[in-house]
């Protein structure tokens, strides 16, 4: 098997990033939660915390969910990406700021990542069928290059480009559940 990455990072979105009405939205990372652990399913991921449990926002039962016909509710970013967004956008832009509910320790950046892949759990792994880059969006794009909430001017068009690909992440889709922690890896068969 080859190695893809190391998972470094668990969190959850506890609400959505761009509340507000279309139009008005700006990207706002503070419902980002780091978890110790997830449990991972086919209607998205529950992150595990010493208060309990929480439902991310993309998990398919949030009472105000963003998952998509099942096909968003895991995602992942390799740690390379990070750093390719911070030589373009700045400093900003930390491990973890871009919502994904795993971060990969990978050197540089990925190409795009297709299936089959295996993501290691506690007791066993979850086969990977479907894999898809996350699309970037204008309210992230404005965030990682400093723009206002109005923008949409050269800079920012040139964000939505550069974020494409990949870059900001990977949607992964699995027919199986199982508990993910910090140290399980991400493997394609």
């Given at each position: 098997m080859e190695l893809?990455?190391?998972?470094?990072?668990?969190?959850?979105?506890?609400?959505r990033?761009?509340?507000?009405?279309a139009g008005a939205?700006?990207?706002?990372?503070?419902?980002?939660?780091?978890?110790?652990?997830?449990?991972?399913?086919?209607?998205?991921?529950?992150?595990?915390?010493?208060?309990?449990?929480?439902?991310?926002?993309h998990h398919a039962d949030h009472?105000?969910?963003?998952?998509?016909?099942?096909?968003?509710?895991l995602s992942v970013i390799p740690a390379g990406h990070y750093a390719w967004m911070r030589a373009?956008?700045?400093d900003h832009l930390v491990d973890g700021i871009a919502g994904e509910s795993l971060l990969l320790d990978t050197p540089g950046v990925l190409d795009p990542l297709d299936g089959p892949l295996v993501l290691e759990t506690a007791d066993g792994v979850l086969h990977v069928g479907e894999v898809a880059a996350i699309p970037p969006c204008v309210e992230f794009s404005r965030?990682?290059?400093?723009?206002?909430?109005?923008?949409t001017g050269p800079e920012v068009l040139a964000a939505l480009e550069?974020?494409?690909?990949?870059?900001?992440?990977?949607?992964?889709r699995s027919p199986d559940s199982g508990r993910v922690a910090v140290g399980a890896?991400?493997?394609?068969?």
């Open positions: 893809i990455g190391t998972v470094v990072r668990l969190q959850v979105q506890t609400a990033l761009k509340p507000g009405p939205r700006v990207y706002d990372p503070a419902p980002l939660l780091p978890v110790t652990e997830l449990d991972v399913g086919p209607r998205g991921v529950v992150g595990m915390t010493a208060d309990g449990p929480v439902v991310d926002v009472p105000d969910t963003r998952n998509v016909g099942l096909r968003n509710g373009q956008f700045g965030f990682a290059s400093r723009r206002g909430r109005d923008d550069l974020l494409g690909c990949g870059i900001r992440g990977f949607y992964l890896r991400l493997l394609r068969p």
